[in-house]
């Protein structure tokens, strides 16, 4: 069993910044590939980047530049640093686990872009 909580949403001016956060517990984390994914009213839930155990990492095209993954295994958490931030990126974020048996969802933080 895995359980996520992301933390560091909020409501910050076009162009701003945030770094998201997810706390993982219940499994050994280190060995679990985490994805970041956001889901904006009405649409469906999009992939924004993954990161596996040893570190690789993938960024959809409509963040690359912009979005950062990162972890820290020693914290259990992985991290989206969000720069030069859009309207339209405003969305609920989610963190998921991805493990042999299952993935995992965190219930998701709040982004809204606007000024």
């Known amino acids: 069993q895995v359980q996520l909580v992301e933390s560091g949403g909020g409501l910050v001016q076009p162009g701003g910044s945030l770094r998201l956060s997810c706390v993982a517990s219940?499994?050994?984390?280190?060995?679990?590939?985490m994805a970041w994914y956001r889901q904006a009213p009405g649409k469906q839930r999009d992939f924004l980047a993954f990161?596996?155990?040893?570190?690789?990492?993938t960024h959809a095209d409509s963040v690359k530049g912009r979005f950062t993954i990162d972890r820290d295994n020693a914290k259990n958490t992985v991290y989206l640093q969000m720069n030069s931030l859009k309207p339209e990126d405003t969305a609920v974020y989610y963190c998921?686990?991805?493990?042999?048996?299952?993935?995992?969802w965190g219930q998701g933080t709040q982004v809204t872009v606007s000024s």
């Open positions: 998921k686990a991805i493990t042999a048996g299952r993935d995992y």
């Open positions: 219940g499994s050994i984390f280190s060995r679990n590939t």
């Open positions: 990161i596996t155990s040893s570190g690789t990492t």
